[in-house]
């Protein structure tokens, strides 16, 4: 699994649309609001050219790319913190993603109703951003008022969940998302356990219509305004766009691509940013079964590398055998690399690169 992904945004900005096209999952698309009333989930692959040029050279039986699981939630309205529209139930289900994809709308279409009666993302984003709070603020309220009690007692546990739970309560009273703290050990085991939605990484996806695929309007202006503010990321993709790339064959993707100026899908854009947000990175394994893509957080070391594939092989770990990916392609093959001395021999405390290709040795 690369990185879980939850999809929010108000009804009619496209999250369905755009969920279908990245997961060709199915879920339901219509032109009014809450027609998404079970969470949708899809698993897709990512796909990244190394891997490809890769398995030209071994020519494994089979290739596996990373994925990234969607999870798509009806649209929010404002007051879904407290019931309004379909409810803060919905809400719960994106606590377990590792990131946040915010759909705002960024296209006039008079045949699409908009929730608010006209497009402003500043507006749209604004009351998104606020229903996650306050369903923040019902959470750490209802921790403390669990806590209270053992903290008065001099509970030295729950003094420090106390004082973590008055920072978070603090700063989203004065409308500042989670993740703009700077947490110490007590607020980060605060965060594990109550898995807040603001604390999560966002990233904004413009949907824009036909004629602005490289997002020059003034409203994808503003979403990158708002999003720089929060050193967010921003996608610009075009839902319907996406949905017509996801009907066509792999082979002709790419020459759609190019024919409407584009270098790569939304999906593979997404996947990119969101990599780069969560601070991850991938590295191959390759031999005539397969040649397989893993990812890991930045700076891991091979051991950590190697317990992805199999917790034996961190346990019993031995050496990695390691090859840069540029040196694998440009020897033309893992017997070439070694006979150039281009397979490093690497030990415990090495750190795993993007793009490595690594064999494991470890002791059963």
């Not at 994925?67 to 809400?91: Q, R």
């Not at 296209?107 to 929730?115: A, G, L, M, R, Y």
């Not at 893993?294 to 050496?319: C, L, M, N, Y």
Request: glycine share 8%; aromatic share 6%.
């Amino acid at each position: 699994m690369g990185f879980t992904c939850g999809i929010v945004g108000l009804p009619n900005v496209g999250k369905s649309t755009i969920f279908n096209a990245l997961t060709s999952a199915g879920a339901q698309a219509a032109n009014y609001p809450f027609c998404t009333i079970d969470p949708n989930v899809g698993i897709v692959s990512v796909r990244d050219e190394r891997q490809y040029k890769l398995a030209e050279l071994v020519k494994p039986e089979k290739i596996i790319p990373t994925t990234v699981e969607f999870l798509d939630i009806a649209g929010l309205v404002k007051g879904a913190s407290k019931g309004e529209g379909l409810g803060n139930k919905f809400l719960g289900h994106i606590r377990s993603v590792d990131a946040i994809a915010h759909i705002v709308r960024c296209f006039e279409d008079t045949d699409v109703v908009h929730v608010a009666g006209h497009v402003d993302p500043q507006r749209d984003i604004k009351i998104i951003d606020t229903e996650l709070m306050l369903a923040d603020m019902d959470s750490v309220e209802k921790r403390m008022e669990k806590t209270a009690r053992l903290a008065k007692a001099g509970d030295k546990n729950a003094i420090a969940a106390m004082d973590a739970c008055a920072v978070f309560k603090n700063t989203l009273e004065n409308g500042r998302p989670i993740r703009s703290l700077e947490l110490d050990d007590a607020g980060r085991e605060m965060l594990k356990e109550l898995n807040l939605l603001t604390a999560k990484p966002v990233m904004f996806v413009a949907n824009v219509d036909e004629k602005d695929l490289k997002g020059e309007s003034p409203f994808v202006a503003k979403v990158r305004e708002i999003a720089e503010k929060e050193k967010a990321k921003v996608v610009v993709m075009c839902g319907r766009i996406e949905a017509e790339i996801a009907e066509l064959p792999e082979e002709e993707r790419s020459e759609f691509l190019k024919d409407i100026g584009l270098k790569e899908s939304g999906l593979d854009r997404l996947a990119k940013e969101g990599y780069d947000l969560l601070n991850l990175i991938t590295y191959f394994t390759a031999g005539e079964k397969e040649v397989r893509a893993w990812t890991v957080v930045r700076e891991t070391k091979a051991p950590q590398a190697a317990g992805v594939i199999h917790s034996d092989f961190e346990k019993g770990f031995i050496r990695a055998e390691v090859i840069g990916y540029n040196d694998f392609i440009s020897s033309g093959s893992e017997q070439a690399a070694k006979e150039k001395g281009l397979m490093r021999l690497e030990g415990k405390d090495y750190v795993v690169k993007d793009g490595d290709v690594v064999h494991f040795r470890f002791a059963v």
